[in-house]
């Protein structure tokens, strides 16, 4: 058996490029995609400038035939995918009632249809390798209210809807599905915040302060592995402590 | 995409023999059926029937129920034999 293979949908920054090079470190072959490149796939290019363990290509995941074309381009190249981590999304903050309808329609498309399609394109390939695991990234704002993210957290939790409908469909074919809800740590999402905002948050937050991108990389990581081998259906929490 | 069409014959043989393969490989007994048999009448179950679209999309390069039918209207194996040729050969 070759080299496991993982998906890792916007994987050039943040926590997807944690993730996907922690999936590296573990010994997973890589494929991401995303908009555009950032500094961690040119670090990865460059290193394996054969692609040999690592593939990036630009996708727009709002584009369906893309993603399949990705996901096709995979399986060429490593015969399928094993574990597909659902990371790509988009935080549009702001009041409901202020929010433009366009705004609404590119959040639901990114976060949330684009991982259904990327996950329909890519469990076939998974019931016909006997089995794989799909990590969805949710967010504390799917199981928690917070003002000014409505449809960032109706996204979210439909997401955690999904893992647990998918986990008891998928089940029988060996494959676990989970969710990942992260708390606020160091990002491109939380650097938009005020200072205020910032320390209102860490107020709030029993271990006093924000996580890292590798904190959450590293839960994402258990999942994964076979340590959560019966974890199925769930959503973990990681948050400092913030929703407990 | 498809390259070098198959007949409807190859198609039909193909999932006969796939139909046969993924029931065989979940250690369901393997009986004999017709065209006109009701899929869940073979012993497929819908993640069977799954595993059985994987398995000919990888060796046809085309899933017809991701866009074009409904796999809702696939009930006998006629059914989806008919749904390859058609799509296959873009009717």
Known sequence: ?244 | MLTGKPTDAEIEETIRLAIADVLHRRGHPVAPFDEDALLVATGLTSLDLAALIARLEQKWKVDPFLEAVPITEIRTVADLCRAYRDFVNGR
């Open chain 1, 1 to 244: 058996m070759g080299d496991r293979v993982a998906l890792i949908s916007g994987g050039s920054r943040g926590l997807g490029a944690a993730i996907a090079r922690g999936c590296l470190q573990a010994g997973y072959v890589v494929a991401t995609f995303s908009r555009s490149s950032g500094p961690f796939v040119e670090e990865q290019r460059e290193k394996d400038p054969d692609g040999a363990r690592f593939y990036w290509a630009p996708v727009d995941a709002h584009d369906a035939a893309a993603l399949k074309r990705f996901v096709d381009a995979v399986a060429e190249r490593w015969g399928g995918v094993d574990a597909l981590v659902n990371n790509a999304a988009v935080g549009r903050f702001g009041a409901f009632p202020l929010m433009r309808l366009q705004e609404i329609d590119e959040t639901l498309e990114l976060n949330l249809r684009a991982n259904l399609v990327l996950t329909r394109l890519c469990v076939p390939t998974m019931i016909s390798r006997g089995g794989g695991c799909i990590l969805n990234i949710s967010s504390v704002n799917a199981v928690r209210g917070n003002a000014g993210v409505a449809v960032y957290s109706a996204t979210k939790a439909a997401l955690d809807g999904f893992t647990r409908a998918l986990a008891r469909e998928l089940g029988p074919s060996n494959i676990r599905v989970n969710s990942l809800a992260p708390g606020y740590f160091q990002s491109e999402m939380v650097a938009g915040l005020t200072e205020r905002q910032l320390r209102t948050l860490v107020r709030s937050t029993p271990l006093g302060r924000l996580g890292t991108a590798d904190e959450i990389a590293g839960a994402a990581l258990f999942l994964l592995s076979s340590a959560a081998g019966f974890i199925t259906g769930q959503t973990l929490v990681v948050d400092g402590g913030i929703t407990c």
